[in-house]
């Protein structure tokens, strides 16, 4: 299995979680665990290849001109990860079958659930910076849905957006960042990145790039001063909480630290930032873990403490430090995912979280508590646990750190109070819960979980005994092969030995244990009071009332940029954007001038003098007319983008005229359904001299500006068509459209080949915009009984102006518009039809291709909504153009991926000829099936549009009005 195969898997099973039924809960975890554990098989295979230094790589060209290319890249340290991510999800796929309640939307959280494994994959095996952020955004998203699955709760809404907010805002930091540690290297590829550590440090740059790649680290992995969003996550169903929280995404940010530690550390400012932040956010968290009397809320809290931990030794610029942290990194996923699920375990069993009212549980569920205070132990750092090695190496690096004399004695001195905390809450988790009288006030009665709900915790719990007892025979290979990457060169030395003699860190564990206890019992009656809700002398510094404080002070900040700086009417924020779009290009004039070329000019032509004159005209009338009578203005306009149309033609540009002339039609119809909903003039002689006199103003200033604008395109245009041309684009596309694009039309060659990738982000943005318009309108479509309505009553109700153009009653009218134009559209179908293919066919070699044909197609469908009405047509011919955008995307999509996939750029085009009986030869080129998907993208996003616009008008005007009263004058 490759690498791309084992970064799909669990999307794919994300896209077949999504389907399965509501009731699956057995097939919906079988599957999630299935592919979890497929994963973890095949990233355990791996291991030998990775071991000694040795690195796994697979590259799929996409845009090497940009630095885009796919890059997979596996070395011991995304080994590691791979094997927490895929084997802690393995685990907590199990769990959640027994977690999770039938009346859940199971097939819901597995989706989420898989698709953020995937997230997180492809994060760790990344081998291209911004692809790494590309992935490092995709697990805020997942993880936002993961977290508000209970979206009926407003805390696990709360939790949810905070989440996303903070680190959302912390990936675009890092997002520029990565831009800019780019450009300094001049690659975004991670091994080049990694090698070019003395260069990025002696840059100019450094210190902006460093600050922002640790903004997004820091974010992530709630440090401190970001570090509130992670307790509030806890809204969370356990399950999410043992995954997200523990092994995946709060560990995304020391992966970054780690991952980009060859490059980025060994400086002062890596020193004081991380080092800092890592200091601050271990003893906060170890002291509000103290205080917290939700069994996950403590959880989230120490996990902050424990983050904090590997942030400062990934801080101090040591190898042996970096060492100490990716063991670590590996010892905390693991008990504190066995201790998330214990308490979702007691939560499931005895129905509240609450140490206060939790006691004598140890009677009730032996086993599990047996398994919680092993792995709180572990949390505590008691020898022959897993959590005491790295805590030991992680006190002698304090203790022989080499800096200034206060940091010498400070670091010490913070990693033994750091290390009483966790005693103190570890105490709590465990004597609180399981010991003293057994509890009378519980919702439920608590019991032993069914046996397979366990098995995660019991293995998990084995792991850090066996590692805790032998961890030179369990762990010690790991940890070396995961390690070397991290520290960029040959391993320190150091000891994985359980005793290593009376030594200083030996002492200071001592010393924590002991006033850990002690501080504990002091405060143990008060916890059991209720006397300690919120923590002293920190519980005013309050991260969640902060953080929605400043959310309201930008949102009143923004309302009143705002308010100073638009206006509800159209018009003045038209000429607001248009002024702005005239003074932008007027600036680079102001100093660099402008000036004009010696090219050649062609001889002038009358005839084309004369077109122009015409269309200035009906500019002119248009501009005219629009103040009293919409439609005739809308005709005059019409006649511009013809005379548009026939321009193109006259400079031999077939292909833009006959795009021109079909978006003139789809433009004119989208207009005319919209020209309804504006408020009618109305001119009325009482109006004040005052008004009149400012509206004259105003259609002047209007003038104006558009006579500015308009003048100032004409004169860019002049300037650049006057300039030579020895080294034009337009040389580099005829070359090179028949040899590499297998095509001599080479506007269509540019669209599906050369520029493909915009192309496909040009459909991408349609199918965007025609899916926000039906979005916003869909609440306006008509009820199904609409569908039932006469025709001329739909005709009436669709046609404002009918007894304007025709004197005759209204309903004379509405059956002549069904009779005559109906019977012809209905038979024009077909033809339009076969034109739609012929252009469509024609396109990579003769002027047409997906885009026009699929106008010409929408055209011909739209008439048909036009004489039927739209509920009419859509029960009889169910056109479906949500289907027709995503399936057209897809089309696209795989397009460029069979590229990728046989080994050549995206979107790369391959020809072929087929000699085909009684055809001949026949020639086809892989991008028609790119063609396809943007036929049926423009079909689709064209009815949807103007169908959603046309239900509107539908239910604006419904039967129940009629008959209406002739509009007056100046009416659309």
């Not at 079909?662 to 003039?681: A, D, K, M, N, Q």
């Not at 009820?783 to 404002?800: H, K, N, T």
């Not at 009419?872 to 696209?892: D, F, H, Q, T």
Request: aromatic share 10%.
């Amino acid at each position: 299995m490759s690498l791309i195969v084992l970064l799909l898997l669990p999307f794919l099973g994300s896209c077949l979680a999504a389907l399965l039924p509501h009731n699956a809960r057995n097939s919906e975890s079988l599957l999630a665990g299935l592919v979890a554990l497929a994963g973890t098989i095949q990233v355990a295979m791996l291991f030998p290849q990775v071991a000694d230094g040795g690195v796994i790589r697979e590259e799929y060209t996409w845009l090497p001109s940009l630095g885009l290319n796919f890059v997979l890249r596996m070395d011991g340290f995304a080994w590691l990860f791979s094997m927490l991510v895929l084997g802690i999800g393995t685990l907590v796929a199990l769990y959640a079958r027994y977690y999770m309640s039938p009346q859940d939307p199971v097939p819901r959280f597995f989706a989420f659930f898989l698709a953020f494994m995937g997230a997180m994959l492809g994060l760790v095996i990344s081998g291209n910076l911004l692809q790494l952020v590309f992935f490092w955004e995709l697990t805020s998203l997942f993880s936002f849905l993961l977290i508000g699955y209970w979206h009926h709760r407003a805390d696990a809404r709360r939790g949810a957006y905070m989440a996303l907010m903070v680190t959302g805002a912390g990936g675009l930091c890092l997002l520029v960042g990565v831009l800019l540690l780019g450009h300094v290297v001049g690659s975004y590829d991670l091994d080049r990145v990694l090698q070019a550590g003395d260069l990025i440090r002696g840059h100019s740059l450094y210190p902006v790039l460093l600050t922002l790649i640790l903004i997004g680290a820091l974010s992530k992995s709630a440090q401190f001063p970001f570090h509130f969003w992670l307790p509030h996550a806890m809204a969370a169903p356990t399950p999410v909480s043992a995954y997200l929280h523990s092994a995946t995404m709060v560990k995304a940010g020391v992966f970054l630290l780690a991952r980009l530690w060859p490059s980025l550390s060994g400086s002062e400012q890596w020193f004081w930032i991380v080092s800092g932040a890592g200091a601050c956010t271990l003893m906060l968290g170890a002291y509000a873990a103290m205080f917290q009397n939700d069994l996950k809320g403590l959880l989230a809290y120490s996990t902050i403490s424990h983050l904090g931990l590997i942030t400062l030794l990934l801080g101090l610029n040591s190898p042996l430090a970096a060492v100490a942290a990716v063991f670590h990194i590996l010892n905390h996923a693991t008990f504190k995912a066995s201790l998330f699920m214990a308490a979702g375990i007691i939560d499931h069993e005895s129905g509240t979280r609450d140490i206060r009212r939790l006691s004598g549980l140890f009677r009730l569920i032996p086993f599990t508590a047996t398994l919680a205070m092993v792995a709180s132990a572990a949390m505590a750092g008691v020898p022959l646990m897993n959590g005491f090695i790295s805590k030991e190496m992680f006190f002698a690096e304090t203790v022989f750190i080499s800096s200034t004399q206060w940091v010498e004695i400070a670091l010490p001195v913070i990693a033994t109070v750091a290390g009483t905390f966790s005693v103190a809450y570890s105490l709590r988790f465990t004597v609180d819960v399981f010991f003293g009288p057994k509890a009378t006030d519980l919702p439920h009665v608590p019991h032993e979980p069914p046996r397979w709900m366990r098995a995660p915790v019991e293995l998990l719990v084995l792991v850090c005994l066996v590692v805790g007892i032998f961890p030179a025979q369990s762990v010690a290979p790991l940890l070396a092969a995961a390690a070397r990457p991290v520290v960029g060169g040959p391993l320190p030395e150091y000891s994985l030995a359980i005793w290593h003699g009376l030594n200083a860190p030996m002492i200071m564990s001592l010393i924590a244990m002991s006033a850990g206890v002690l501080l504990y019992l002091g405060l143990r009656n008060r916890f059991k009071r209720g006397l300690l809700l919120t923590p002293p002398l920190v519980g005013r510094l309050n991260g969640k009332r902060l953080f929605e404080r400043s959310q309201v002070s930008m949102m009143r900040m923004a309302r009143r940029l705002e308010n100073a700086a638009t206006t509800r009417r159209l018009q003045a924020q038209l000429f607001m954007l248009v002024l702005v779009a005239l003074l932008a290009g007027l600036t680079p004039l102001l100093f660099s001038g402008l000036s004009w070329g010696d090219r050649p000019k062609i001889p002038g032509s009358g005839v084309f003098v004369i077109l122009w004159l015409i269309a200035i005209a009906c500019a002119l009338g248009a501009a005219w007319q629009a103040k009293y009578h919409r439609l005739a203005a809308l005709t005059m306009v019409s006649v511009c983008g013809l005379m548009t149309c026939i321009t193109f033609v006259w400079f031999s540009a077939p292909d833009l005229a006959l795009t021109q002339l079909v978006v003139e039609v789809v433009t004119t119809i989208l207009i005319l359904l919209g020209l309804r909903w504006l408020p009618r003039r109305i001119e009325d002689a009482s109006l004040r001299s005052g008004s009149q006199q400012r509206a004259r103003v105003r259609r002047i200033r209007d003038l104006i500006l558009a006579v500015g604008v308009g003048g100032g395109m004409a004169v860019l245009s002049y300037a650049m068509l006057t300039r030579p041309t020895p080294n034009a684009i337009s040389s580099f596309y005829l070359s090179r459209a028949l040899p590499e694009g297998g095509g001599t039309n080479v506007v269509n060659v540019m669209l599906v080949d050369f520029r493909g990738f915009d192309t496909f982000g040009e459909i991408t943005v349609l199918a965007a915009v025609a899916l926000t318009v039906f979005a916003l309108l869909r609440r306006f479509r008509p009820p199904r009984e609409s569908i039932q309505l006469p025709a001329q009553q739909r005709l009436l109700a669709a046609d404002v102006d009918t007894d304007l153009v025709n004197p005759r009653s209204a309903n004379d009218t509405a059956l002549g518009f069904m009779m005559v134009p109906g019977v012809l559209v209905r038979l024009l179908l077909p033809i339009a039809l076969l034109i739609s293919m012929y252009l469509f066919v024609r396109g990579h070699n003769q002027p047409g291709g997906g885009f026009v044909a699929g106008l010409v197609m929408s055209v011909a469908f739209i008439l048909q909504y036009m004489i039927a009405g739209t509920q009419w047509v859509e029960a009889k011919m169910s056109l479906r153009p949500l289907r027709w955008i995503g399936n057209g995307l897809l089309c696209a999509v795989a397009t460029g991926l069979g590229s990728i996939w046989l080994g050549y750029p995206f979107m790369t085009t391959h020809t072929a000829h087929w000699v085909i009986p009684l055809l001949g030869d026949l020639h086809i080129a892989s991008a028609l099936f790119f063609d396809i998907g943007v036929y049926t993208v423009v079909v689709g996003s064209t009815l949807l549009i103007l169908t959603a616009l046309a239900h509107q008008s539908v239910r604006s005007h419904r039967p129940s009005s009629l008959p209406r009263s002739v509009a007056p004058k100046g009416a659309a």
